[in-house]
């Protein structure tokens, strides 16, 4: 598997644009190599999942990625928002749970994803394995205080396909995050769900005007990974 694919990766070399000793990828054909990408799968959680009206079509086409980046090896992280404890909690997270749960008080709040919760879990029709990882966030950008940009660098990643929910909310600040990283993200469309389907279009379509991100869809994200065997 190593093999074929330095032997892909070479193949492709040959067509990459080169400048002062880099490599500059423009295509995404250019990317889909284990050597440069990673998979994150975003908050694919069962409490989220329940609120979003095509779940079981997102969920399907999350576990189509998911399955062809495991067949090739590629490295796979997923991500879980949970919430801390009120008395341990900050402002902004105590704000934003008020905001969510339409009280008048923190009082009348509680948390809402507690890490060992039911609802908290990753759904298990994307369970992951013991060679995966499970980041732990409190922020909407998984690359705000976790780990995931160290575990990226250090392996040599330039970049990640990235597929979840919601769009609009969490996975939209973590592609301009991770840009502003020094990360080429790739989003996968239609294995993004979202709780606001306007909301997700322009997210979509203001990522695409940025220019940082690749947008695609599973279809052809598959065939791609696929074709690193070849």
């Not at 923190?106 to 980041?135: C, G, K, S, W, Y």
């Not at 250090?154 to 609009?168: M, N």
């Not at 279009?201 to 599973?218: K, M, P, V, Y």
């Amino acid at each position: 598997m190593v093999a074929e694919s330095i032997r892909a990766h070479w193949l492709r070399l040959q067509t990459m644009d080169h400048a002062f000793g880099l490599e500059i990828p423009e295509r995404l054909e250019e990317l889909c190599d284990p050597l440069k990408l990673a998979l994150i799968v975003y908050d694919m959680r069962v409490g989220i999942l329940a609120q979003i009206p095509n779940a079981l079509e997102i969920t399907a086409n999350v576990a189509r990625v998911l399955a062809a980046a495991r067949e090739l090896d590629f490295r796979v992280y997923f991500t879980r928002h949970v919430s801390l404890p009120n008395q341990l909690a900050g402002v902004a997270q105590l704000r934003r749970a008020k905001d969510w749960q339409h009280t008048a008080s923190v009082a009348e709040t509680r948390p809402a994803f507690p890490r060992n919760a039911p609802q908290t879990q990753i759904v298990p029709e994307l369970a992951p394995r013991d060679t995966e990882m499970v980041v732990d966030k409190l922020t909407m950008s998984c690359f705000e205080g976790t780990f995931l940009s160290i575990a990226l660098r250090d392996s040599r990643q330039v970049a990640f396909a990235i597929v979840g929910v919601a769009l609009e909310v969490g996975i939209d600040p973590t592609v301009r995050h991770a840009a502003d990283l020094g990360f080429i993200p790739v989003v996968i469309g239609d294995a993004c769900g979202t709780g606001n389907a306007a909301a997700a279009q322009r997210s979509l379509e203001s990522l695409a005007f940025a220019g940082d991100a690749i947008i695609t869809n599973t279809a052809t994200i598959c065939t791609l990974l696929h074709g690193v065997q070849q």
